[in-house]
């Protein structure tokens, strides 16, 4: 399927591995010159690499932290006007919400609420006079099914997710569109970080507690990266104009909801 992206511009934030990677290599096949991001220079300049080997557009990196003022001035200067937008971030760490401290729970913020929305004031106008915009924030299912122990992250998500709702429906009419997607258990680094304490927790092997946590996904699997970056960019596609505000919830049917 065409996207009908081919020659747009995009950033992908935290992209150098993982969700945000598998992004970033689906708005490349489909013909976009991306820009990627990540504090790991070595790590975020080998994906840039063979990203541009494997897709053939230009692949641009930019090693920075977007918590800071210089970190986004470093990413706008490499892409100051993207046709595309994606925000992502890693969340806090699993951890009872009676040992957060002050500076914890504002980082929290900061990392998973203030930065997205500071790009989206940064890019935004450009978008609204050219008459196309995609903009997608990779947020997490917790934002629907709290889990104790993510609580921070689940709230910062979720203070996004409620902030731009107003706000995409204030673009729609100029063609800019802003989405959330939701994953659930992916099959990425965080994910084994995760499932590495649960075994720890639990005295188990890695793979019983692998396999433990994918008996508890209807699908019976984990996610592929490559499942969620095709999601991605359909969200991004010139077909997906009239999608906007929605929250697409990516989690191998966890959720027991039918809305």
Same mark, same amino acid.
């Given at each position: 399927? /065409?996207?009908?992206?081919? &020659?747009? =511009? ?20 489909? *013909?976009? #010159?991306?820009?990627?991001? @990540? ?13 541009? +080997?494997?897709?053939?557009? +230009? %692949?641009?990196?930019?090693?920075? /932290?977007?918590?800071?003022?210089? $970190?986004? =001035? ?6 100051? /006007? ?24 504002? /980082? $929290?913020?900061?990392?998973?609420? %203030? ?6 004031? =940064?890019?935004? *106008? ?14 997490? &299912? ?16 979720? @203070?996004?997710?409620?902030?731009? #709702? ?25 994910? +084994? ?17 692998? =396999? ?7 699908? +019976? ?7 969620? &970056? ?21 989690? &191998? ?7």
């Amino acid at each position: 399927m /065409d996207l009908g992206i081919a &020659g747009r =511009k995009a950033i992908v934030c935290a992209s150098s591995r993982g969700l945000g990677r598998a992004c970033a290599e689906q708005l490349a096949e489909a *013909g976009c #010159a991306v820009v990627i991001n @990540g504090r790991d220079e070595a790590r975020l300049a080998a994906t840039a690499a063979e990203m541009a +080997k494997r897709y053939s557009v +230009k %692949v641009t990196p930019v090693a920075a /932290d977007l918590a800071t003022p210089e $970190g986004q =001035k470093a990413l706008l200067a490499a892409c100051p /006007d993207p046709d595309i937008l994606i925000n992502n971030n890693g969340g806090p760490p699993l951890r009872d919400f009676r040992e957060l401290t002050r500076e914890q729970m504002l /980082d $929290g913020v900061v990392g998973n609420m %203030v930065v997205a929305i500071e790009l989206i004031q =940064k890019t935004i *106008g450009p978008m609204l006079e050219r008459r196309f915009g995609r903009i997608v924030n990779i947020t997490s &299912g917790s934002v629907k099914m709290p889990l104790a122990g993510l609580d921070l992250s689940s709230g910062a998500r979720a @203070g996004l997710t409620a902030f731009l #709702a107003g706000v995409a429906r204030s673009v729609a009419d100029k063609n800019v569109t802003i989405n959330h997607i939701l994953p659930g258990a992916f099959d990425t680094d965080r994910l +084994k970080g995760t499932l590495k304490k649960l075994a720890e927790t639990k005295g188990i092997s890695l793979e019983e507690a692998a =396999k433990q946590r994918a008996a508890s996904v209807p699908a +019976k699997r984990f996610g592929q990266p490559d499942e969620f &970056g095709a999601a991605c960019a359909f969200l991004c596609s010139a077909q997906a104009g009239y999608i906007t505000g929605q929250n697409l919830l990516i989690d &191998g049917g966890v959720f027991p909801g039918a809305f």
